[in-house]
Structures are given as C-alpha cells and as structure tokens.
Nanobody, 120 residues
Framework: QVQLVESGGGLVQPGESLRLSCSAS????????MGWYRQAPGKERELVAS???????KYADSVKGRFTISRDNAKNTWTLQMNILKPEDTAVYYC??????????????WGQGTQVTVSS
C-alpha cells in the first residue's frame, strides 16, 4: 500500500512563493511517476507538474517558468516549489504517485490535498 502525506500550502499574496512536499511510504524508485495536481472549484482536476523515476519533468503551460518539481530519493519525497504565485493558482493541490505493476496495470495514489490560496 502506498500512502502519501502532503505538507505545505496556505494563504499568500500574489507574487509570493510556497513549497509543497509529498512524502511516500515506499521508496520512490518504486514509483513510475510523481506529480502534483490541482482542482479549483467547478473545474476538473488537472496535472500541474510531474517527474518520473528517471528525472524527466512535465509542466502545465500555465506554470512553466514559475513552478519547479523535484524529488529526493533518500527521503522518499517530492516537492513543488511555486514562485510568482497568481490568483489563478488558487486550488486544492494533491500529490500523486503512479505505480505500474508487473502486469502493466496502472494505479494512482493520492495525498489528502492541501489548499493553496493566492489573494491580495
């Protein structure tokens, strides 16, 4: 069983920064991809950023140049550094772990969610 625990989030003003962290109960080398999603009221959950076990990253166009995803294999964690935050970044953020088993079936595990609010 993969359990994810998030930390971070909060209320900030536009232009400020936040750092979200996700800790996994397993070695992240066992996870094919680690990511961050967000969901704003009335909208579908969307991918913000992801990083694979080999270090490849992907970002939503709306956050490129502002957000950075990274991982720490020793600590079994991954982090989303969010800079120059905008009101449109306001959402509940969820960390995600994608696991592919030996039968090539995909499983997604989710953190509990943390609120990020950007407002003046």
């Amino acid at each position: 069983q993969v359990q994810l625990v998030e930390s971070g989030g909060g209320l900030v003003q536009p232009g400020e920064s936040l750092r979200l962290s996700c800790s996994a109960s397993v070695r992240i080398r066992s996870i094919s991809a680690m990511g961050w999603y967000r969901q704003a009221p009335g909208k579908e959950r969307e991918l913000v950023a992801s990083i694979t076990s080999d270090g490849s990253t992907k970002y939503a166009d709306s956050v490129k140049g502002r957000f950075t995803i990274s991982r720490d294999n020793a600590k079994n964690t991954w982090t989303l550094q969010m800079n120059i935050l905008k009101p449109e970044d306001t959402a509940v953020y969820y960390c995600n772990a994608e696991v592919i088993d030996i039968l090539r079936r995909r499983y997604d595990y989710w953190g509990q969610g943390t609120q990020v609010t950007v407002s003046s």
